[in-house]
């Protein structure tokens, strides 16, 4: 674990002349990140966790360009390239023969077009090393659960009956947010997706000793089986000796069991459910010995993500949850903690918080609603039915894959492709982003934050 306070450099090396204390309840993903770039900002931060350890499902993640950016800003680039693997592209199959109706280069492609690479890593690797990073920046309560808030009071209440106050409170306690239930009640109540998640990480040891399944290690992509109403996806992580596998298939879950990620998944279940599927498939999921279960609900966007004291926001899928099929739920809770940090490296003066809460939800709330959008649309496009408009969708990755035989090139146009991997001007949109530039932007386009009144006297 990192002892000395790192010496990368963020935010142009600007930090906040007015030091807040800051609660982030959450310490997953985003509210780790979160405390990184706040603490940076040169803030107290407390991060309250109500599991006695600081760990993520074992699943993997596929890190984009928009999120790789930042973690090379961060300075964990090395450690990345480490745990990670570069998928040389992604493809797309059907389900019944396995042919590839559709491909798009990813490799140095993406870091060609997009100014930073793609990898795929495991969740625990990547909360591992933001933890390492943050470790400096923020003390870690383990074992804390909130079980209230008072806006008035910005402060938190504990199962054990402690209270802690701040300036700011940060709910980033994911889909069930205890923070939004509490601030935003009503808001945004889940609504089933109509679909569920089995996760499962093999071994790739296993794989190599077939010859079917080889190749799916020795050229790594991503690889993604399309079938009615359902899809798989499966790519390798952890310097390709694990191999990440996500499936999702109709809801069959208990309606009591929403919001769950974590539930033990019944193999022989999941098996039989895409049982017909072309022989790597099948053969994929006799590798299988334990999978978890998840049930996909959605929330509609909320319209504001700041209280009506301006003290407490939201971050990552507290506010804006994201269903897998666009792969940036991970990628938006960091752009949602580099906003918060860049912006809170301005801030001088009290009196100026809700000022900088509001530009957070304007500079993020447009932009994770898109990408939201986006999401659903893939589902639709993955579980179409055998029929004209599968064909049309096959037909249209199909045209997208001409001429594409190179790693370190995205052709142009394709716009609107069934493929949205093959769409450039999709692709500059969301992987092109770089959340700091965005609040660099805001601050230049607002030119003067009005000041404290007895400020302005100086």
Same mark, same amino acid.
């Given at each position: 674990?990192?002892?000395?306070?790192?010496?990368?450099?963020?935010?142009?090396? /600007?930090?906040?002349?007015?030091?807040?204390?800051?609660?982030?309840? =959450?310490?997953?993903?985003?509210?780790?990140?979160?405390?990184?770039?706040?603490?940076?900002?040169?803030?107290?931060?407390?991060?309250?966790?109500?599991?006695? #350890?600081?760990?993520?499902?074992? #699943?993997?993640?596929?890190? +984009?360009?928009?999120?790789?950016?930042?973690?090379? /800003?961060?300075?964990?680039?090395?450690?990345? !390239?480490? #745990?990670?693997?570069?998928?040389?592209?992604?493809?797309?199959?059907?389900?019944?023969?396995?042919?590839?109706?559709?491909?798009?280069?990813?490799?140095?492609?993406?870091?060609?077009? &997009?100014?930073?690479?793609?990898?795929?890593?495991?969740?625990?690797?990547?909360?591992?090393?933001?933890? *390492?990073?943050? $470790?400096?920046?923020?003390?870690?309560?383990?074992?804390? @659960?909130?079980?209230?808030?008072?806006?008035?009071?910005?402060?938190?209440?504990?199962?054990? =009956?402690?209270?802690? &106050?701040?300036?700011?409170?940060? =709910?980033?306690?994911?889909?069930?947010?205890?923070?939004?239930?509490?601030?935003?009640?009503?808001?945004?109540?889940?609504?089933?997706?109509?679909?569920?998640?089995?996760?499962?990480?093999?071994?790739?040891?296993?794989?190599?000793?077939?010859?079917?399944?080889?190749?799916?290690?020795?050229?790594?992509?991503?690889?993604?089986?399309?079938?009615?109403?359902?899809?798989?996806?499966?790519?390798?992580?952890? =310097?390709? +000796?694990?191999?990440?596998?996500?499936?999702?298939?109709?809801?069959?879950?208990?309606?009591?069991?929403?919001?769950?990620?974590? $539930?033990?998944?019944?193999?022989?279940?999941?098996?039989?459910?895409? @049982?017909?599927?072309?022989?790597?498939?099948?053969?994929?999921?006799?590798?299988? *010995?334990? #999978?978890?279960?998840?049930?996909?609900?959605?929330?509609?966007?909320? +319209?504001?993500?700041?209280?009506?004291?301006?003290?407490?926001?939201?971050?990552?899928?507290?506010?804006?949850?994201?269903?897998?099929?666009?792969?940036?739920?991970? $990628?938006?809770?960091?752009?949602?903690?580099?906003?918060?940090?860049?912006?809170?490296?301005?801030?001088?003066?009290?009196?100026?918080? %809700?000022?900088?809460?509001? $530009? &957070?939800?304007?500079?993020?709330? %447009? /932009?994770? +609603?898109?990408?939201?959008?986006?999401?659903?649309?893939? /589902?639709?496009?993955?579980?179409?039915?055998? %029929?004209?408009?599968?064909?049309?969708?096959?037909?249209?990755?199909?045209?997208?894959?001409?001429?594409?035989?190179?790693?370190?090139?995205?052709?142009? !146009?394709?716009?609107?492709?069934?493929?949205?991997?093959?769409?450039?001007?999709?692709?500059?949109?969301?992987?092109?982003?770089?959340?700091?530039?965005?609040?660099?932007?805001?601050?230049?386009?607002?030119?003067?934050?009005?000041?404290?009144?007895?400020?302005?006297?100086?």
């Amino acid at each position: 674990m990192v002892q000395d306070k790192p010496s990368v450099i963020l935010f142009d090396g /600007r930090v906040a002349t007015h030091r807040l204390r800051i609660l982030i309840i =959450g310490g997953g993903i985003a509210g780790i990140a979160a405390a990184f770039c706040l603490g940076k900002a040169g803030h107290d931060i407390t991060v309250v966790e109500a599991a006695p #350890a600081a760990t993520e499902v074992g #699943a993997g993640i596929q890190v +984009t360009p928009n999120m790789s950016r930042l973690l090379i /800003r961060w300075g964990m680039g090395e450690r990345l !390239g480490e #745990a990670g693997v570069k998928p040389l592209s992604v493809s797309f199959r059907r389900y019944s023969n396995g042919e590839r109706v559709g491909r798009s280069p990813f490799g140095t492609a993406m870091e060609f077009e &997009y100014g930073a690479p793609y990898y795929h890593v495991h969740r625990a690797d990547l909360l591992g090393m933001l933890l *390492e990073i943050a $470790a400096p920046y923020m003390t870690l309560r383990l074992g804390s @659960r909130v079980i209230s808030l008072n806006a008035q009071a910005v402060s938190a209440t504990l199962a054990s =009956g402690e209270v802690l &106050y701040a300036d700011v409170i940060l =709910g980033a306690d994911g889909i069930k947010s205890t923070t939004r239930q509490s601030i935003f009640a009503g808001l945004s109540d889940p609504v089933p997706s109509g679909d569920s998640v089995y996760r499962a990480i093999l071994p790739t040891a296993k794989m190599m000793k077939d010859p079917l399944l080889k190749p799916l290690i020795s050229v790594p992509e991503v690889t993604c089986w399309m079938g009615p109403g359902k899809h798989v996806v499966g790519y390798c992580v952890r =310097g390709a +000796t694990e191999y990440n596998l996500v499936l999702l298939c109709p809801d069959t879950m208990e309606s009591d069991s929403s919001d769950s990620w974590t $539930a033990k998944g019944d193999v022989e279940e999941m098996r039989s459910t895409y @049982r017909g599927w072309e022989p790597r498939v099948e053969k994929l999921l006799q590798l299988v *010995e334990t #999978a978890t279960m998840g049930k996909l609900v959605v929330r509609r966007p909320l +319209t504001t993500w700041v209280d009506s004291t301006r003290r407490i926001t939201l971050i990552g899928d507290a506010c804006h949850p994201m269903l897998p099929y666009r792969a940036q739920g991970a $990628a938006m809770a960091l752009e949602d903690a580099a906003v918060l940090g860049n912006i809170f490296s301005r801030l001088s003066h009290k009196d100026h918080i %809700g000022q900088f809460l509001d $530009a &957070y939800q304007q500079i993020r709330i %447009g /932009r994770t +609603t898109s990408t939201q959008a986006a999401s659903w649309s893939n /589902r639709k496009t993955f579980h179409l039915p055998d %029929g004209p408009a599968q064909e049309l969708r096959d037909q249209s990755m199909r045209l997208a894959m001409v001429g594409v035989p190179r790693e370190d090139s995205i052709p142009e !146009g394709h716009k609107g492709n069934a493929n949205m991997w093959a769409d450039k001007e999709k692709n500059l949109e969301q992987f092109g982003y770089d959340a700091d530039e965005a609040v660099n932007e805001w601050w230049r386009k607002q030119r003067t934050i009005p000041l404290h009144p007895e400020l302005s006297k100086l």
